[in-house]
């Protein structure tokens, strides 16, 4: 039997002196007793996953940036982790809602 002394266990799982000993939820003082007691249930509030990101009624198009937007964009995304042409399509939305009028 291949033993891992410095982990103190053995295949098998019957050395484990890593273990502390374990932990009596019954000794907590009652401060914290008598707070969970009351406390409530609070219900989920949100979303589930398939309606977080809403499918938005889009169209493909080309294009012509310059390229000193393209590089800000492109550098500004290296940064967020958000996809240069996300955040493209973002700042058109941002504008076409600050001038519609409705």
Do not use: C, N, W
Request: hydrophobic share 35%; net charge positive; aromatic share 8%.
């Amino acid at each position: 039997m291949v033993k891992f002394e410095s982990l103190g266990l053995a295949i098998g799982g019957k050395v484990r002196k890593f273990m502390k000993k374990k932990i009596k939820y019954t000794d907590a003082p009652a401060s914290i007793s008598s707070s969970i007691k009351s406390s409530k249930v609070v219900e989920d509030f949100l979303p589930p996953p398939s309606k977080l990101v809403l499918k938005e009624d889009s169209s493909r198009i080309t294009i012509v940036l310059s390229k000193k937007s393209i590089s800000f964009f492109k550098e500004e995304s290296k940064r967020s982790g958000v996809p240069y042409q996300t955040m493209i399509k973002r700042v058109l939305d941002l504008y076409t809602e600050h001038y519609t009028h409705k």
